[in-house]
Each structure stands twice: as C-alpha cells, then as structure tokens.
C-alpha cells in the first residue's frame, strides 16, 4: 500500500487493537476493513500537522484515535479529544464519517483534533432550595470567580450575599437609592460592584458585607453594564479597576482604590445609551450602543482604536470568546489556587490557551435588535470575519460563548436560542422549548451543557452536543431574569419576576 515517499509511522499498529467494549460480533461484521487502509493527518484547530501523515484503518474508532493522539503528543495522563472531518465530528469510525460526507478515501484525510475539558460537570435535575428576601424583581444573579459566594441584585434597591453551603441569607447590602441595574465580580473574588438607577456604582466586601469605599458618582443616567479589568492586566496584586457603561452615553474606568472621585478615564464618544461594557485581554475595552456601533477603546489612555459599523438597529449585548478565562481569572475548574502561585502568570495562560482554538485571536460577538449578530476580530480589524449571522425572527437578547469558545449561543424574543460556531459564525442549530421570550443563557464551565431562562416561568437544561433537552426545570412563578451556573459547576442559580432566588443540583 504505502509509496517509498509516503511516511509511515509504526504506530498505525496501536490502532487495529480492539477498542474497550467493542461489540465482537460486530468486529467481525468489519473484520474485511481492517484490512483497508487510508492516510490520514492529525491537525490542532490552529492548523498546525501533528506528525507525518499516518497508514491507519478504515474501521479506526474515536477512541483508537485519541490513543494515537495522546501517544504522538507524548501526554503524561490520557487527555480526552474529539475529532473532526470536514467540521462534521467523527461519532463512530472513520470510514463512517467518510461514508456520511461522501468523501474520497484516495486523499489525504485531514483529521482535526479538538482537546476536551478534563472534568465533567453534571446537570441539574432538582431545586434544592428556593430562597425569600428580595422584596422585587431580582434582576441579576452571579456566583463569584471561585464559586464560594453568591450575589444577587434586585429592584428593592438592595444587594445581597447568599451562602452557597447552608443556602441561607448572608448579608443585605443597602445604599442604593433607586433598583440595582446589574452586579459583577472581580476576577479575584475579592470585590463585587453594584450598579444602580440611582447614577452610582458601590463596591462591597463579601466576607463583610461592607462597602470598600465611597460611592462612586459621575454619570448623569443610569448605569447599565459593568466590566472588571482582567486579572493579569492588573497593575497591582488585587483587581480594583472596572468600566461602567451608562445611559448617558459613556463609559467611565473607576479605581476604586484610587484617590478622589477614582474615575480614571471617560469615554464619550457614543451619541446615544451604551448598552453593554466588556474588558478584553489585550488591554481593550469594547462597548456597545443604541446608536448601532461598537467602539474599540485602549484602557490605558482612553484612544478610541476603531468603530465597528453593520448593525442597523440597538446593539443589545457583547460577548468574548475568552471571557469565560477572564472571569475566572487564576483559580481552577474547582476554585483553588496554589499556595504561593503567580496568579497573574495563572490567568495569563489561561487566557492564551482559551483564544487558541481561534487561532490564537481575541473574538467579539455582537447581538443587535435587528435580529442579527456579527463576529469581530476588534484588536485588528473594523470589518466583520464573518457573513452576517441570520435566523432569528425577532431581538437577540443575549449571547455567550462556550468556556472553550468553539460554540456561541443566542437568546431571543422569538422563543428560541440558537447554537453557533464560534470561530466561523456558521449555524449549529436550534433550541425549540420555551413558549416566552429567552432572556439569558449560561454555559457549563466543560462546555457540555447550556442553561436557558425565559419569560415563561422556566429555565431549561440542554445537551450541547445533541441539541437535545435534558430537563425542564419549572418553579419561578414569573419571569426568569438572571441565571448563572457555578464557576465549580456544583450549582445553578436563578432570580426573577417572583422575588425568589432558587438553587438547583443534581
């Protein structure tokens, strides 16, 4: 079979073994394609070869493949992969995959190898807990970077800390003087700011309940989005620094730790109410509009970089690629982090391992109320990377990226969410269920699994991989606003129209 020029490595001999549990009689059934064979090439989503091209058989299993993968990548521990041909993922053997595409056997298949994540969060399946103490709509919902605390803001102009272990009330944080628009940790887990109708933002202590300073004024409407500088641009060990994007058009960078009124720098160059504040890792800040742009700010001096023009309604939210990376910032999929560690070097390499499988690129998406979205290169690029991503009938009003930023999902007045390629912008597919408007989505942190909330009373659980629903999970008697899943992935939690904060486990 092989061609002098043709390298073969001897390794192809790993993957006639018969995978663990294979069926015999259906190793028999293929026993006249094991003789077969094809060559194949091994390649990391950045494109780059993994070896010489390998002499392998046509039957070869997913899980043949990812021994070969892990010998040639010389693994320590055995790493879980999916593969891909043709972006159609190889469920069953390779020649079914060919068989399925219709694609030839006589060519070089490129096989693209994805790494998983090495832990498995399980779903939901219960509410464990449904607690009182909003005396108003609970608008958003945030369990902290290292999954220990749980914050919650509501129209009674009131914060509140839960514990997570006993799932009781912990503190009551007042001093808004007007409902609390939307809540954000620090990366660090060490500050959570508020920000309110009432034109100001208050930063507080979780271990106290406390505020860390003075409420923070400038703005001259009320506040609808807040940002916190990622951990490893942080110039000093604890992350102070956050964007706060308002109604009246700006966007302003607090120190909370700084001298006088601690506003660092002020963005003015939006003509109408700025609707979403993020902060990326290359040292940007991104914000979006009612005027229909995006701007590109540098946070270090406040230079406006780049317009992104396309949208021709509000664009409603934004979304990183890496953002999942940066919310967690130095901890681990558990919440721990080494005695003594550089947490900045932490987040650093967590941060580039996230945005690799984009090659290596810092990617925004865009969710508008002309119900389209867009995908943008912003570091380099003020055009889009990819077609304008159609399908929904009505306003988008939210989209995330999965933790590993190969799939992006959407929420939409039009009952539905919707999956996508995270790279590419292409269609993935479809969440039919909800019977009300999806408000917002989250994401299990091993990308597996999706969370949707809705206006119809329930949140849903769905398999990623299957675009199937796992579990309807009804018990909001209103509304549901806010979710969030656990950074940990031991919970979910979710507020709404009813004034209740429920807690949901396996």
Same mark, same amino acid.
């Given at each position: 079979? $092989? ?116 832990? +498995? ?26 999954? +220990? ?7 009674? +102009? ?79 060990? +604890? ?77 409603? !939210? ?49 969710? $508008?109320?002309?119900?389209?979205? !867009? ?63 999806? !408000? ?36 909001? $008697?209103?509304?549901? !606003? ?25």
């Amino acid at each position: 079979r $092989s061609a002098p020029d043709r390298r073969v490595l001897p390794l192809w001999l790993v993957c006639t073994c018969p995978a663990p549990g294979m069926d015999p009689k259906r190793l028999k059934e293929e026993a006249s394609s094991t003789d077969r064979h094809t060559l194949a090439q091994l390649v990391s989503e950045a494109g780059e070869t993994l070896g010489p091209p390998l002499d392998v058989p046509h039957n070869i299993s997913t899980k043949q493949l990812q021994i070969l993968c892990n010998k040639l990548l010389e693994e320590d521990d055995d790493l879980p992969y999916s593969f891909f041909l043709n972006d159609e993922e190889i469920t069953d053997t390779l020649d079914v995959a060919v068989r399925d595409q219709a694609a030839s056997m006589e060519e070089v298949l490129k096989i693209v190898y994805q790494p998983q994540a090495v832990f +498995k969060v399980r779903g939901i399946s219960q509410c464990s807990a449904t607690i009182s103490g909003h005396a108003d709509n609970i608008v958003d919902v945030l369990f902290s970077p290292d999954g +220990k605390h749980l914050a919650s803001g509501s129209g009674d +102009k009131t914060v509140r800390f839960w514990d997570v272990w006993t799932q009781t009330p912990q503190f009551t944080c007042s001093g808004h003087k007007h409902w609390v628009q939307c809540i954000a940790w620090a990366p660090d887990s060490t500050a959570l700011a508020s920000a309110s109708r009432d034109c100001e933002v208050r930063v507080w202590d979780p271990l106290t309940g406390k505020e860390l300073c003075k409420p923070l004024c400038g703005h001259t409407k009320f506040i609808t989005s807040l940002a916190w500088e990622p951990v490893h641009l942080s110039p000093s060990d +604890k992350c102070t620094r956050f964007a706060s994007a308002s109604k009246d058009g700006t966007v302003r960078v607090w120190d909370y730790r700084g001298a006088g009124t601690r506003m660092v720098v002020c963005f003015t160059q939006h003509t109408k109410s700025v609707t979403c504040v993020k902060w990326g890792g290359e040292g940007l800040i991104f914000s979006a509009s009612q005027d229909t742009t995006i701007k590109v700010w540098r946070a270090s001096d406040g230079v406006l970089c780049r317009t992104l023009t396309g949208h021709a309604h509000w664009v409603n !939210y934004l979304a990183l690629n890496s953002e999942y990376a940066l919310r967690t910032g130095a901890f681990d999929e558990r919440g721990r982090i080494a005695e003594g560690a550089d947490k900045k070097k932490i987040a650093l390499e967590k941060y580039k391992k996230c945005i690799a499988s984009a090659g290596h690129k810092e990617l925004l998406a865009s969710a $508008s109320e002309d119900n389209t979205m !867009y995908l943008w290169e912003p570091a380099t690029n003020k055009k889009p990377i990819a077609a304008r991503m159609t399908g929904h009938q009505k306003g988008i009003n939210h989209v995330q990226f999965s933790p590993d930023g190969r799939l992006l999902a959407s929420g939409s007045f039009d009952k539905s969410a919707k999956l996508w390629d995270g790279r590419t912008g292409k269609f993935v597919g479809t969440l039919r269920a909800h019977v009300g408007p999806v !408000y917002r989505l989250c994401w299990s942190g091993d990308s597996r699994l999706l969370i949707t909330g809705s206006e119809d009373s329930s949140i849903k659980l769905w398999n990623v991989k299957t675009q199937k629903m796992i579990k309807d999970l009804p018990g909001h $008697s209103g509304s549901v !606003y806010a979710v969030d899943w656990s950074p940990n992935g031991e919970m979910v939690a979710s507020g709404g129209a009813d004034k209740t904060l429920k807690l949901w486990k396996q």
